[in-house]
């Protein structure tokens, strides 16, 4: 049946299908038990893969409809789904009769990305807990079903969350004429602006009134509270409990141990080393701030971190010639979303084809079918504006594994855009190819041999580097003029402008890494020791005051509505990790050119199509030839 099927028919079926994912899953264990040895790899592996696949599926499908269904019904549904399938894979993670088996293959004849697979499930068994005792293996039981429904919890605290401000229709002064008119005033005279990206965003960057901004930022920053507080709690405590019956000091030693970096001593390394790269650089921009508020407030002693991108957007335009204003006109929206599908089918050799007749979770979403040469190979869903109870920010999710000879990969976007007929910011233009690189992993690496490898199975850490690469596009002239055109003249978008906004993008890179530096810090050290006697809002106060120029506003409490805390824990780290490799990435396409079929295809086949069957580092060295270095993250950080 096709997946899409099931999340538009009833909450009974799709628990009902998810039932029947578990027990394909159980039959292919139940089949590995029995199989007597010397077994071989198509037939052992082959099962245990085939249980993976089906959980993998199951899984991914509620996701899907716990993040984006409309029905309520159908969210709570996907909740239960979501428990039972995570508490069936901890279940055979710590079940020594599949374990033994796969350990016992002889996979020396085997072809590279076998060997690697078996190697992977094998010590994902040993960090599991499969060679813990009796006792131990029933703890990590139930704390990793507690895990799944503490997750839950924080998500949809966070989801179900909408706050906003009343304020006076003078007070949306300084922004576009199309926010204002799709803001008109209600029967109370007073203008609704809600914590919804496409509301919040524009506010801070354009709105005049430093009040106004100050009030939505505070309702932005109280998100979740004061429900998300205990749970994160509850979440920090149950994760170095874990940490510790795996044999890790905290939960930050235990995660970042499989992934690129090594260990969370590397990982604070590494964010150490970013901050002080980016701290003359902060300075200076903050410094620029200060002085442009000094010309509005003589005496003015801060910035105030609703008033920095409003104060940014002024410099960029007083002092380097550009207004972020002035691009938007050239970003209606369907011209975004019809030219990040025309240029990234044309860089990738490939056919996107509307599929109006299949069936879909809500009006809003459309699907397309990925061709090849004429033949298929993957389906993508776009669910592209936000409404009520739908995830909130930006995320390519999985739908459905592929795996040569089983299954076509299928993807969703879900994100909160403009509409049909709105305005772009450009940020949310790069956020736009972002996701779809991530979607672009999914399905460009959905055809291995086998579905525990398949697509975005890299090491965590290099997840974002593929699609932080290929926000490049979003750069480059000749790339936007195939899109960006005038919304009512139809010109294209000028180069100049562009060179200006290239140039104005420069300034405020020191602030941006240094927040993001922020991001890691918090998420890294909100595990990195024992929680009980950790207050998270002191801590989120004192790093964001040690990292960033800003200081803590009493009553806000920034990590209860982090969602990257439930969902990356310690490894925030990852996207600036990810962006030195995509900068590094990237210099091959800014030697041949962006759109060169060559470079795209030789990408296509050493990064991408593997999926996870190879160590990142060494999918990256296929491609450059070499060891990946910081030489072109630091050019582009210290660039002017």
Not at 353 to 358: E, H, L, W
Not at 482 to 493: C, E, L, S
């Amino acid at each position: 049946m096709n997946p899409v099927e099931l999340l538009t028919g009833s909450s009974d079926d799709l628990v009902a299908a998810n039932r029947r994912d578990l027990e394909i899953a159980r039959g292919e264990v139940a089949r590995l038990k029995t199989m007597t040895a010397p077994r071989s790899a198509a037939e052992a592996l082959g099962a245990y893969d085939r249980a993976v696949a089906a959980l993998a599926d199951a899984s991914a499908r509620a996701s899907v409809a716990r993040n984006a269904h409309p029905s309520a019904a159908m969210r709570d549904a996907a909740e239960v789904c979501e428990q039972e399938v995570d508490a069936l894979s901890t279940e055979m993670s710590l079940d020594r009769g599949i374990y033994e088996p796969v350990r016992d293959l002889d996979v020396s004849g085997e072809d590279a990305g076998t060997r690697f697979y078996v190697w992977r499930v094998l010590r994902d068994f040993c960090r599991a807990g499969v060679d813990r005792d009796d006792e131990t293996r029933a703890r990590i039981r139930v704390l990793n079903d507690e895990l799944v429904r503490i997750g839950q919890e924080f998500s949809r605290n966070i989801r179900d969350d909408i706050r906003g401000i009343d304020v006076d229709p003078g007070e949306l002064d300084g922004l576009p004429d199309d926010y204002r008119r799709a803001h008109p005033p209600g029967a109370n005279g007073k203008v609704r602006i809600t914590t919804d990206y496409p509301d919040y965003v524009p506010f801070l960057s354009y709105a005049n009134s430093s009040a106004a901004r100050e009030r939505l930022w505070r309702v932005y920053r109280q998100r979740a509270h004061p429900k998300n507080l205990d749970v994160l709690a509850r979440m920090l405590e149950r994760r170095f409990e874990l940490a510790g019956l795996l044999g890790h000091p905290s939960w930050a030693s235990y995660v970042t141990e499989d992934k690129m970096i090594g260990s969370a001593q590397a990982a604070a390394d590494f964010i150490a080393r970013i901050s002080a790269a980016a701290e003359t650089r902060m300075a200076k921009d903050y410094d620029a701030l200060l002085e442009r508020r000094r010309r509005q407030e003589s005496g003015a002693e801060r910035v105030d971190a609703w008033d920095s991108q409003f104060l940014t957007e002024l410099v960029r335009k007083e002092e380097h010639g550009f207004d972020a204003q002035a691009v938007r006109p050239y970003l209606e929206c369907s011209r975004v979303q019809d030219g990040v599908l025309e240029i990234t089918a044309r860089l990738f050799g490939l056919e996107y084809r509307q599929v109006r007749d299949t069936p879909v979770w809500h009006s809003d979403v459309t699907c397309y079918d990925v061709l090849e040469e004429g033949r298929a190979v993957g389906r993508f869903y776009l669910d592209l504006y936000p409404r009520e109870a739908k995830y909130k920010h930006a995320a390519q999710f999985t739908l459905q594994t592929g795996q040569a000879g089983r299954a076509l990969p299928e993807a969703v976007l879900l994100c909160n855009f403009p509409r049909p007929g709105e305005l772009f910011e450009h940020s949310e233009v790069v956020t736009f190819f972002h996701e779809f690189g991530h979607l672009l992993h999914h399905l460009l690496g959905g055809r291995t041999r086998w579905a525990g490898i398949s697509g975005v199975r890299t090491e965590w850490d290099f997840v974002e580097a593929p699609s932080q690469m290929l926000e490049e596009w979003c750069w480059d002239t000749s790339v936007l003029g195939r899109f960006a055109r005038h919304q009512q003249t139809g010109d294209p978008i000028p180069a100049d402008l562009v060179a200006r906004m290239r140039a104005a993008d420069e300034f405020g890179k020191g602030l941006r890494v240094r927040q993001q530096m922020y991001y890691a810090a918090v998420s890294l050290e909100l595990h990195a020791a024992d929680p009980r006697s950790l207050d998270t809002t002191e801590t989120a106060a004192r790093l964001q005051e040690a990292l960033t120029p800003f200081r803590y506003v009493p009553e806000t409490y920034f990590q209860e509505s982090f969602g990257h805390v439930e969902s990356y824990s310690a490894l925030y780290y990852t996207y600036m990790w990810s962006l030195v490799i995509a900068k590094d990435l990237f210099t091959v396409f800014r030697r041949d050119g962006l759109m060169n079929p060559a470079a795209a295809a030789r990408y296509r086949r050493a990064v991408l199509e593997p999926g996870g069957s190879a160590p990142a580092a060494e999918l990256v060295r296929r491609f450059l030839g070499r060891e990946y270095d910081f030489a072109a993250y630091e050019e582009w950080l210290n660039a002017s």
